[in-house]
């Protein structure tokens, strides 16, 4: 219990940085942009403003997710993270569209930079910045599975790459005399964000349409189970995550003539055994009897 309420503490506090970070790099390029009027400035700050309000929409999400099952809300509230990732996506693929206009505007129609040195000195600035948050982000989605915080991570690690594309366009530029790098430089950012919100909504759809686990898991599970010498045989492996929670069900084969009670000890013994491989998960079992004919899907 102890774990949960730690890990749940730190989901917020990465919510919380998420959003303080967004705000203080929004206010910095916004300045560098204004002085420089450069494409990938600007597309690294239309990045920044939707990542705000992405992060703002986590934020939200987890605070939610956290909530406890109530008698509306049996399995809990976790799938509003997937919800908000969904959000993020198209926050994301926004910003992207944005800044391929504005970059094919400028092939056609080129500005010499300014000010590059002072753009240079806040992507500095954000990376320093950037890097650390994303740390703290990975750490506590490690700890908490939490895809919406695996989003925002997402996010703010593709930061890191379009902050160092900014740089060598702000610093090459005026080297090579070349201003359609400025450009070429925004829309690659483009690209490279439209593919992390396509990403992004392949994990947020496989958590609404309750995708099982990784294989790997499920084997895991199996073999933990098997582990008890009481048990024959398990059918009906079904698992799914919501938010944080993991949902784990399975039907173990026993002894037709095993007590019903001595069966439910054991079924509470493999339970717990699979609580520990899974922290916090929750685990329904089913006792059946071994060699008993019943039609089941064809998955298992």
């Not at 400028?106 to 040195?117: D, G, I, S, Y």
């Amino acid at each position: 219990m102890n774990n949960a309420v730690d890990t749940d503490r730190h989901m917020r506090r990465a919510t919380y940085a998420s959003v303080s970070v967004a705000f203080v790099l929004i206010c910095a390029k916004l300045v560098a942009w204004s002085l420089t009027d450069s494409v990938a400035m600007l597309s690294t700050l239309v990045d920044s403003m939707l990542d705000g309000l992405a992060s703002v929409v986590t934020l939200i999400a987890v605070r939610q997710s956290l909530t406890p099952a109530d008698r509306e809300h049996r399995f809990g509230h976790g799938k509003a993270e997937a919800l908000a990732a969904m959000a993020q996506a198209a926050f994301v693929a926004g910003s992207a569209i944005i800044v391929i206009f504005q970059a094919g505007t400028r092939l056609f129609n080129p500005v010499p930079l300014a000010a590059t040195e002072l753009g240079v000195a806040v992507m500095v600035f954000s990376i320093v910045l950037t890097l650390a948050l994303v740390l703290y982000q990975k750490y506590v989605a490690l700890r908490s599975q939490s895809v919406a915080i695996s989003a925002d991570a997402l996010h703010y690690s593709g930061d890191l790459l379009i902050n160092l594309a900014v740089i060598g366009s702000l610093v090459l530029t005026p080297i090579l005399d070349f201003p359609y790098l400025d450009p070429l430089t925004g829309a690659g950012i483009a690209a490279y964000l439209l593919y992390g919100a396509w990403r992004i909504v392949g994990d947020a759809l496989d958590m609404l349409m309750d995708r099982e686990l990784p294989e790997e898991d499920r084997a895991r599970i199996r073999a933990i189970a098997k582990t008890h010498e009481a048990v024959a045989s398990l059918h009906d492996l079904r698992t799914r995550r919501s938010g944080s929670d993991v949902f784990i069900q399975l039907h173990l084969e026993m002894d037709g003539n095993m007590p019903l009670k001595k069966s439910h000890v054991i079924a509470d013994q493999v339970e717990a055994e699979i609580q520990k491989a899974f922290a916090g998960a929750e685990v329904m079992i089913h006792q059946d009897p071994e060699g008993l004919e019943e039609e089941h899907p064809p998955f298992r």
